[in-house]
Protein backbone atom coordinates (compact mmCIF):
# COMPACT_ATOMS: atom_id res chain seq x y z
CA UNK A 1 0.00 0.00 0.00
CA UNK A 2 1.16 3.63 -1.02
CA UNK A 3 1.87 5.75 1.59
CA UNK A 4 2.78 9.35 1.35
CA UNK A 5 3.24 11.22 4.82
CA UNK A 6 4.04 14.71 5.23
CA UNK A 7 5.63 16.96 8.08
CA UNK A 8 7.27 20.03 9.01
CA UNK A 9 4.67 22.12 9.03
CA UNK A 10 3.71 24.93 11.55
CA UNK A 11 3.63 28.24 12.37
CA UNK A 12 6.41 30.50 11.36
CA UNK A 13 6.76 34.52 11.26
CA UNK A 14 7.03 36.20 7.85
CA UNK A 15 10.91 35.99 6.60
CA UNK A 16 11.25 32.29 8.45
CA UNK A 17 11.79 29.40 7.19
CA UNK A 18 10.55 25.75 7.01
CA UNK A 19 11.52 22.48 5.56
CA UNK A 20 8.59 19.77 4.92
CA UNK A 21 9.06 15.81 4.58
CA UNK A 22 7.57 14.20 2.49
CA UNK A 23 8.29 10.56 3.50
CA UNK A 24 7.17 7.40 0.95
CA UNK A 25 6.79 4.10 1.13
CA UNK A 26 4.82 1.26 -0.36
CA UNK A 27 6.59 1.29 -3.37
CA UNK A 28 9.79 1.87 -5.66
CA UNK A 29 9.57 5.25 -6.26
CA UNK A 30 12.58 4.99 -8.33
CA UNK A 31 11.09 6.35 -11.56
CA UNK A 32 8.25 8.44 -10.44
CA UNK A 33 7.89 12.08 -10.64
CA UNK A 34 7.07 13.58 -6.71
CA UNK A 35 5.59 16.83 -6.29
CA UNK A 36 4.42 19.76 -3.93
CA UNK A 37 1.34 21.05 -4.05
CA UNK A 38 -0.23 24.26 -1.63
CA UNK A 39 -3.67 25.23 -1.15
CA UNK A 40 -4.50 28.10 0.41
CA UNK A 41 -7.97 28.95 2.04
CA UNK A 42 -10.54 29.43 -0.87
CA UNK A 43 -7.98 28.29 -3.11
CA UNK A 44 -7.69 25.55 -5.87
CA UNK A 45 -4.66 23.36 -5.30
CA UNK A 46 -1.34 24.82 -6.80
CA UNK A 47 1.63 23.23 -7.93
CA UNK A 48 4.59 24.22 -5.82
CA UNK A 49 7.58 21.95 -7.58
CA UNK A 50 8.12 18.45 -8.42
CA UNK A 51 11.33 16.31 -8.73
CA UNK A 52 12.24 12.95 -10.80
CA UNK A 53 12.87 10.15 -8.09
CA UNK A 54 16.00 8.66 -10.68
CA UNK A 55 17.66 11.61 -11.56
CA UNK A 56 16.97 14.63 -9.65
CA UNK A 57 15.71 16.87 -11.90
CA UNK A 58 13.48 19.46 -10.41
CA UNK A 59 10.58 21.41 -11.90
CA UNK A 60 9.31 25.03 -10.47
CA UNK A 61 6.32 26.31 -10.47
CA UNK A 62 7.24 30.06 -12.04
CA UNK A 63 6.08 32.00 -8.78
CA UNK A 64 8.14 29.57 -6.75
CA UNK A 65 11.39 30.22 -8.29
CA UNK A 66 14.18 31.42 -5.68
CA UNK A 67 12.37 30.68 -2.26
CA UNK A 68 11.49 27.08 -2.44
CA UNK A 69 14.24 24.22 -3.00
CA UNK A 70 12.70 20.62 -3.81
CA UNK A 71 15.00 17.91 -3.05
CA UNK A 72 15.12 14.26 -1.89
CA UNK A 73 17.31 11.66 0.12
CA UNK A 74 16.76 7.94 -1.34
CA UNK A 75 17.96 6.31 1.02
CA UNK A 76 15.81 7.70 3.43
CA UNK A 77 12.64 7.40 0.51
CA UNK A 78 12.29 10.70 1.28
CA UNK A 79 11.19 14.57 -0.41
CA UNK A 80 11.84 17.74 1.09
CA UNK A 81 10.68 21.46 0.57
CA UNK A 82 12.73 23.77 1.70
CA UNK A 83 10.90 27.40 2.12
CA UNK A 84 12.76 30.59 2.58
CA UNK A 85 11.19 33.82 2.74
CA UNK A 86 8.58 32.82 3.83
CA UNK A 87 5.31 35.50 3.39
CA UNK A 88 1.91 35.15 4.42
CA UNK A 89 0.74 34.55 1.51
CA UNK A 90 2.34 31.13 1.63
CA UNK A 91 0.19 30.01 4.00
CA UNK A 92 -1.74 26.57 3.03
CA UNK A 93 -1.99 23.25 3.18
CA UNK A 94 1.36 21.35 1.65
CA UNK A 95 0.75 18.35 -0.20
CA UNK A 96 2.99 15.66 -1.14
CA UNK A 97 1.85 13.85 -4.57
CA UNK A 98 3.70 11.17 -6.55
CA UNK A 99 2.73 9.62 -10.07
CA UNK A 100 5.04 7.97 -12.79
CA UNK A 101 4.26 10.67 -15.67
CA UNK A 102 5.43 13.89 -14.81
CA UNK A 103 2.56 15.80 -16.82
CA UNK A 104 0.41 13.90 -14.33
CA UNK A 105 2.44 15.89 -11.32
CA UNK A 106 2.09 19.48 -13.00
CA UNK A 107 -1.55 19.16 -13.29
CA UNK A 108 -2.17 18.11 -10.35
CA UNK A 109 -3.96 14.62 -10.78
CA UNK A 110 -0.89 12.48 -9.40
CA UNK A 111 -2.06 9.38 -8.46
CA UNK A 112 -0.82 8.88 -4.83
CA UNK A 113 -1.45 11.90 -2.24
CA UNK A 114 -0.17 12.56 0.91
CA UNK A 115 -2.54 13.88 3.68
CA UNK A 116 -1.20 17.64 3.55
CA UNK A 117 0.58 19.64 6.41
CA UNK A 118 -0.11 22.94 7.54
CA UNK A 119 2.03 26.10 7.23
CA UNK A 120 0.62 29.18 8.62
CA UNK A 121 2.65 32.24 8.06
CA UNK A 122 2.29 35.48 10.76
CA UNK A 123 3.04 38.70 9.78
Known amino acids: QVQLVESGGGLVQAGGSLRLSCAAS????????MGWFQQAPGKEREFVAGIRWSSGATYYADSMKGRFTISRDNAKNTVYLQMNSLKPEDTAVYYC????????????????WGQGTQVTVSS
Open 26 to 33: GRTFRYYY
Open 97 to 112: AADPILSRVLAGTAGY
